[in-house]
């Protein structure tokens, strides 16, 4: 796997830090997460990784961090500036300890600036990248897109690519870094060619939400409801695709794309269209026509999909479906939930004694889940 032999520490927040953890951890990186809890039913994301609770508040405990900190390539931090620092467990600190470390800090607004401090979500991150205003129907208030832009695609994903990087530039120079992933400026990279695009035809002069070709303003890039109540999604940008949905739905032949006069009727006529018809016989109509039309998979059903199943897109734990890693390398692709590592090379990582390590659990200094303590103690 292509992170085998990476260690990455993983301060335990919301779910950004830990899909962050989780994309490491599926390619192959060995992560601990150190929580609050020892049971964290909250965090969904902690399959494959080893666990530890600690109270950080505690000398004791700063300490066995910055032990594991010492044999570690990278940590993920979520927490507010100054959080880690108050804690004796700043980059200053432990980068000086290990030189190597990749200190990831994934936070909201960034560690500097008069916001960097203040609280926030997902939906104020996007907001203040300025990606919110885009989203949302013509004449209606921006849509919240539930929390995927700033927590997880510029938030998650965006800090897995730096810590990337980092550890690639590190294989020149020797160095770690701090990598700084604020969740307002990651979603804003994100959409890119959103703001680089804005001299295209595809944008009205007034680049009003919701009256553009991409963001439902033409009649033929959205979904429609079909017989049965479910949905389709039609893409039909070129104008051969177009011609085949023409032909398809018997539309005039002086239906335009085009002209905001035929936006409305084009509409109408999809609309009464496509609710002739169940969702699973559009499906067939469409099935072997380049014509960008699909049927929307109810995310509970998306693992039945032929192509879904024939590209191994989901894996069975328990009773769920759940996503394997993306994307597909040939030679050393990632693995969906792996077996969470030996806990007693953890054990062996912190260097405790084992009466070191009872009067800290003791204590309440330290936390492991009982079934990766007895062979130690």
Not at 104 to 114: I, N, V, Y
Not at 240 to 247: A, G, L, N
């Amino acid at each position: 796997m292509p992170l085998k032999g990476i260690k990455v520490l993983e301060f335990v927040g919301l779910a950004p830090g830990p899909l962050c953890g989780k994309i490491l951890s599926d390619f192959g990186a060995t992560v601990t997460r150190i929580d609050r809890v020892v049971e964290n039913s909250l965090d969904v994301l902690q399959h494959g990784k080893r666990s530890m609770c600690v109270d950080l508040k505690e000398p004791k405990g700063q300490q066995l961090v910055q032990k594991l900190a010492q044999k570690s390539d990278v940590l993920i931090e979520p927490f507010r500036p100054g959080v880690m620092e108050k804690l004796n467990l700043g980059p200053a600190q432990l980068c000086s300890a290990n030189p190597r470390l990749i200190y990831a800090r994934l936070t909201g607004f960034g560690q500097t600036g008069r916001l960097a401090a203040r609280a926030g979500h997902d939906l104020n991150y996007v907001a203040l990248s300025g990606v919110l205003s885009m989203l949302g129907r013509k004449h209606e208030k921006p849509t919240a897109p539930i929390n995927l832009l700033a927590d997880f695609a510029g938030g998650s994903v965006i800090c897995a690519l730096g810590i990337c990087l980092a550890l690639l530039e590190r294989y020149r120079s020797g160095q770690g870094q701090i990598v700084d992933s604020s969740m307002v400026e990651g979603a804003a990279y994100v959409a890119s060619w959103l703001f680089m695009s804005r001299d295209l035809g595809i944008w009205t002069p007034q680049s009003d939400r919701g009256a553009n070709m991409l963001d439902g303003g033409a009649y033929f890039y959205d979904t429609y409801e079909t017989k049965d109540g479910l949905y389709m999604s039609v893409a039909a940008l070129e104008p051969q695709f177009f011609e085949i949905i023409r032909q398809k739905l018997n539309l005039p032949d002086d239906l335009s794309q085009f002209g905001e006069e035929h936006q409305q009727i084009g509409r109408e006529l999809l609309t009464e269209s496509f609710l002739s018809k169940t969702q699973a016989e559009w499906s067939e109509i469409f099935e072997d026509l380049d014509a960008c039309v699909y049927p929307v998979i109810d995310w509970r059903q998306a693992h039945q999909h032929d192509h879904n199943i024939e590209r191994n897109m989901f894996e069975q734990v328990g009773k769920k479906w759940l996503p394997r890693p993306a994307p597909s390398l040939s030679r050393t692709p990632g693995k969906a939930f792996p077996k969470q590592d030996n806990q007693e090379e953890l054990l062996n990582e912190l260097d405790l004694e084992p009466d070191e390590l009872k009067q800290l659990m003791q204590e309440g200094i330290l936390s492991l889940p009982v079934s990766h303590t007895k062979a130690k103690l």
